[in-house]
């Protein structure tokens, strides 16, 4: 029996293996050792559930756990997590006196840190703070100029008591990109600014900097802790080569079952705009999934599966629906045998990959799972079948781009 069909029916489905996700980040726990692994599951894990990942992560061996937001890392310690959580993307609205009192770490980057320093004045408590240093990327992080003062002003802080100086960290730009100098810029930035902050007084216990794609190509990044997310969820970071050359699983199904059938003659438009027309009599199929469920407007072609044959998508996909064209001329009764058949969008191996979604959509595989919109029901099963998955094998190894 397929495994999905141990699965509870559900209108449209997004079944997340967590025996893929264990197995995940135990294959890339072993390829970052002796770096732990932070296992990222901000942005509800991709999608994927955050709390039901983060228990499989910490069930695998994951260290810590990253959330962008506070808000997602009270989450966690309100579900009854205690790991080790790190929350680095914060306003002036942001929670910094919650944080403190549950434990959380915080990511500053600059002004937050007279921000945090007042909550735990207020507290009472020291705040464990990471200090993010810009090594190229242009985003959050304190500029290369700013940081010998900023560092200095930490372990002022640190001195009174009101925090402690637990890591130091960066983020790759181009890591996806192995080829290009940017990432060992980057590297030889953030290897500079550790030794400034060394040389300041400065007992880290975590440096940290790479992701997923710096995890599989840069040991050299690894330093004391990788930060791994689009991996966990068994995809690939890597355009060209695929989450099994990887020895990766992906984790999540995206299903649902065809809502309707019918027979059309030839030249019969399909969806807005009528972009589309049958070339002949066939056979369409109503795939009750639309941008609405997050899946882009723009992915025509996308790929579906039905009785194990692909089907592209055909017309404009619409906000609670999307149409496949079966081809079945001549072949009586189609529309009666497919109507309530499953109908896979994305999957592990064997089924369209998240990756054909965004080809079709022309964006990135880390945008496809984490659009999956609510409306969607989240299911988990445990297969097994990933605990046996093959381990990335040297040949493989060698060939990473």
């Known amino acids: ?10 209108e449209r489905s997004a079944v997340v293996d967590l025996a893929a996700i264990r ?3 135990r294959h890339l726990s072993e390829i970052a050792k002796p770096a732990r692994l932070m296992a990222v599951v901000k942005a509800d894990a991709y999608g994927h559930g955050a709390l039901e990942v983060a228990r499989a992560a910490i069930d695998a061996g994951a260290s810590w756990l990253g959330t962008a937001h506070i808000s997602e890392a009270l989450a966690l310690r309100t579900a009854g997590i205690t790991a080790p959580v790190l929350a680095w993307l914060h306003t002036a609205d942001s929670d910094f006196s919650a944080a403190i009192a549950a434990n959380i770490d915080i990511g500053v980057s600059g002004w937050e840190l007279e921000a945090v320093v007042a909550a735990a004045r207020e507290l009472e408590v020291p705040a464990r703070v990471h200090l993010k240093i810009d090594t190229g990327l242009g985003r959050n992080g304190c500029p290369e100029e700013l940081w010998e003062s900023f560092v200095g002003a930490a372990l002022a802080y640190q001195e009174d008591g009101l925090l402690r100086v637990v890591g130091i960290f960066s983020h790759l730009a181009v890591a996806d990109e192995p080829r290009r100098q940017e990432t060992d810029q980057q590297l030889q ?23 997923t794609p710096a995890v599989l190509s840069r040991p050299d990044s690894h330093f004391d802790l990788v930060r791994v997310g689009l991996g966990m969820f068994g995809l690939s970071p890597f355009p060209g080569q ?3 050359e990887l020895g990766l699983v992906p984790a999540m199904t995206l299903k649902t079952t065809i ?4 027979e059309v003659p030839a030249g019969q438009g399909v969806s807005y705009g009528l972009h589309y027309r049958t070339a002949e009599p066939t056979t369409l199929a109503l795939v009750p999934v639309g ?9 025509t072609g996308g790929p579906v599966m039905v009785d194990g044959e692909v089907f592209p998508v055909v ?3 619409a906000m609670d629906q999307m149409v496949i064209d079966l081809g079945r001329t001549g072949v009586a009764g189609t529309a009666d045998t497919f109507l309530g058949k499953e109908a896979v969008l994305f999957g592990p191996s064997g089924y369209p990959s998240v ?8 964006s990135i595989n880390y945008e496809i799972i984490t659009r999956i919109s609510g409306r969607v029901t989240r299911s988990y099963i445990d297969s097994g079948a990933a605990e046996s998955a093959v381990s990335l094998d040297p040949d493989a190894e060698a060939a990473l781009p």
Not at 196 to 205: F, S
Not at 291 to 299: K, N, Q, T
């Open 315 to 317: 017309g404009r996909i």
């Open 23 to 25: 197995h995940n980040v």
């Open 242 to 244: 695929s989450a099994q």
């Open 259 to 262: 809502a309707n059938c019918k």
């Open 1 to 10: 029996m397929n495994y999905l069909e141990t699965v509870p029916a559900a």
């Open 355 to 362: 990756d054909e979604w965004a080809q079709a959509s022309g």
């Open 189 to 211: 930035r953030f290897r500079e600014a550790v030794a400034v902050a060394e040389d300041a007084g400065v007992d880290h216990e975590v440096r940290h900097i790479a992701n």
């Open 291 to 299: 941008y609405a469920d997050g899946i882009p407007r723009v992915a």
